[in-house]
């Protein structure tokens, strides 16, 4: 409905969204990890104290980062040539509210509550998409689409705060027994491993990311928003195999704290991604123009030949996702070099080979081959390493 030229400029917002949300993955991913902990160690008291202190953190982030936002959104908006100012104010505050609702979000996943979690997600995806699709056709355009963005993740943070409502409040036997030695959250331990996982999600994002902004920079607003479209349709292979990430990250986590075998767990999930990959991406190589014509229309049909080849290597992206997801879960970090690499690699490629679209979805290609590659030796070695350690002791 918005046509090619603005539904580009959308993504583009969308696309730096995702990387200037960066801290909100990190932070989800922690909370998931130090309540899977917790819950380990049956200790509520611990993760209510947690649950406190990161929210409590997070919305002094969120005044400082509104606060930016007014002094730089003009220069912001020059420099990315974007139609209003107003995209910059909405962008601050949909990272906001992502940034606090990534501690919530993160404690539900932690303890397993899956069944709320969905809920909240299909709830919010749900409102987000009427209420963006209501406002674009009653002449709202992007501020529609990116209001529509705003009001359902604020929907969605208040429905993970009614779900732990049991987390939050926090009885007088719970205060008493967080000041014994040892029932306290090791703060240094908690902003060491954000940090770990704020250069994780940096690069994950750009490894996902960067493609379409570099397309915004070396084609034309029409191009642009055909890429996007042709973008958009094939990440479903990925957000598919981040389900199956984000369900075995807290898993792992707690068999690691009750010293429990765990390799299983991720041969599961990569089996379970390869089935979904290929039923997913044979269905978009035989109704790639079916599948565009249906969500976009007519006039986006024009790249819909590569369809099928984008979502493969969405479907080796997802597998990147979901074995740094794994490394995360274990508190190792080793694996942030090959993403650091993979990043670069693909930065390079797109910029010295972009004549067309085939080539672009080439190289971003050839640097997910290499990341994957690169993590999958990880893996075989920290099996290696676990054997080894069985078989001394």
Same mark, same amino acid.
């Given at each position: ?15 730096? /969204? ?26 509520? +008291?611990?993760?209510?104290?947690? #649950? ?8 002094? &982030? =969120? ?12 220069? *912001?908006?020059?420099? /990315? ?45 749900? *409102? ?6 209501? /406002? ?8 529609? +689409?990116?209001? =529509? ?6 929907? =969605? ?9 049991? *987390? ?25 491993? !954000?940090?770990?996982s704020f250069l994780v ?8 990311? @960067?493609?379409?902004?570099? &397309? ?20 479903? *292979? ?31 999930? !990569? ?49 990147? #996702? ?26 390079? /490629? ?7 679209? +085939?080539?672009? @979805?080439?190289?971003f290609s050839i640097a997910?081959? #290499? ?23």
């Open positions: 409905m918005l046509g090619p030229e603005s539904f580009g400029e959308l993504t583009v917002i969308i696309s730096l /969204l995702f990387i200037l949300v960066v801290p909100s993955a990190p932070l989800q991913i922690v909370s998931a990890r130090f309540s899977a902990i917790s819950q380990a160690q049956e200790s509520l +008291a611990k993760l209510k104290q947690f #649950f406190k202190y990161l929210t409590k953190i997070m919305v002094l &982030v =969120g005044l400082g980062l509104i606060i930016v936002t007014i002094i730089f959104a003009q220069s *912001v908006q020059n420099f /990315l040539n974007l139609s209003s100012i107003n995209y910059i104010y909405f962008l601050s505050g949909i990272t906001v509210i992502m940034l606090i609702a990534g501690v919530s979000k993160g404690t539900l996943q932690g303890i397993k509550r899956f069944t709320q979690l969905s809920i909240t997600t299909v709830i919010e995806s749900v *409102v987000r998409v009427v209420l963006a699709v209501v /406002l674009v056709i009653l002449g709202f355009k992007i501020s529609g +689409a990116l209001i =529509g963005f705003l009001i359902s993740l604020i929907i =969605g943070y208040l429905l993970t705060i009614y779900f732990l409502r049991d *987390v939050i409040s926090e009885p007088k036997k719970d205060s008493e027994i967080i000041k014994k030695p040892g029932k306290r959250i090791n703060k240094k331990e908690i902003w060491q491993y !954000v940090l770990k999600f940096l690069f994950l994002n750009i490894l996902l990311n @960067i493609d379409i902004i570099l &397309v915004k920079h070396y084609f034309t607003g029409f191009e642009a928003g055909i890429y996007s479209a042709l973008s958009t349709v094939a990440r479903i *292979v990925f957000l598919l195999i981040s389900l199956l990430a984000g369900i075995l990250f807290p898993v792992v986590a707690f068999k690691q704290e009750k010293n429990q075998n765990y390799f299983h767990l991720l041969k599961i999930a !990569v089996l379970i991604g390869l089935a979904i990959s290929f039923f997913v991406c044979l269905i978009l190589f035989l109704f790639s123009s079916q599948f565009i014509g249906l969500f976009f229309g007519a006039e986006y049909i024009e790249g819909s030949s590569l369809l099928g080849y984008y979502s493969l290597a969405m479907a080796l992206f997802g597998f990147i #996702f979901l074995l740094s997801y794994f490394f995360m879960a274990l508190n190792k970090f080793k694996f942030l070099y090959i993403l650091a690499i993979g990043s670069v690699m693909e930065v390079s /490629l797109i910029s010295i080979w972009h004549q067309n679209f +085939a080539q672009i @979805i080439s190289m997910f081959i #290499f990341t994957l590659m690169g993590l999958g030796f990880l893996i075989f070695s920290q099996k290696r390493v676990l054997q080894y350690q069985k078989i001394k002791n």
